[in-house]
């Protein structure tokens, strides 16, 4: 096997732990911070469970900033040998540019709300929609990593 396999199995497991951690975090992380008191003795309010899952998502963010790097660098090289068509890079810009809106925009907005303390900010229109425009950014994120996982593993299976 060449080392151009062993570059694309690598890029591939990457995506596949990437889109791994986004579903952690969308589907069972964050029900269960936001619901917290149903587990716990202790209450715990939407504010807290909001600051636990804000730290949450700006650790994340470290490894997502990194994987979009990774994911231009690779897609890149792929156009520039001609191994990748319109889809692969339709999939790319997509997951590059959700990941880094939510990177870059809605995470660093949501905590800098969060530490305002000010319930007037966080029960504010812009902060709503900042937070909508997020879930729906992760959702597409984790769509087109998906993509990109399944044309670059369909692609690794053609001999």
């Not at 952690?24 to 917290?36: K, N, Q």
């Not at 309010?45 to 600051?51: A, R």
């Not at 660093?108 to 900010?121: G, Q, T």
Request: aromatic residues 14%.
């Amino acid at each position: 096997m060449n080392r151009i396999f062993w570059i694309d199995a690598i890029y591939i497991v990457l995506l596949g732990t990437l889109f791994g951690a986004v579903m952690t975090l969308g589907a069972l992380t964050a029900p269960v911070i936001f619901r917290a008191s149903v587990y716990m003795d202790t209450a715990i309010d939407l504010y807290q469970s909001g600051k636990l899952m804000s730290e949450i998502f700006r650790r994340f963010n470290y490894a997502l900033i990194a994987a979009l790097i990774v994911i231009t660098a690779y897609e890149c090289w792929q156009w520039r040998i001609k191994r990748c068509n319109a889809g692969f890079l339709i999939a790319a810009l997509t997951a590059v540019i959700s990941g880094g809106v939510f990177a870059f925009y809605c995470t660093p907005f949501i905590l800098a709300a969060a530490r305002s303390e000010d319930i007037e900010v966080l029960s504010s229109p812009s902060f709503h929609a900042v937070h909508s425009l997020s879930e729906a950014l992760f959702k597409v994120f984790a769509f087109a990593l998906l993509t990109l996982f399944a044309l670059n593993l369909r692609r690794l299976a053609k001999p």
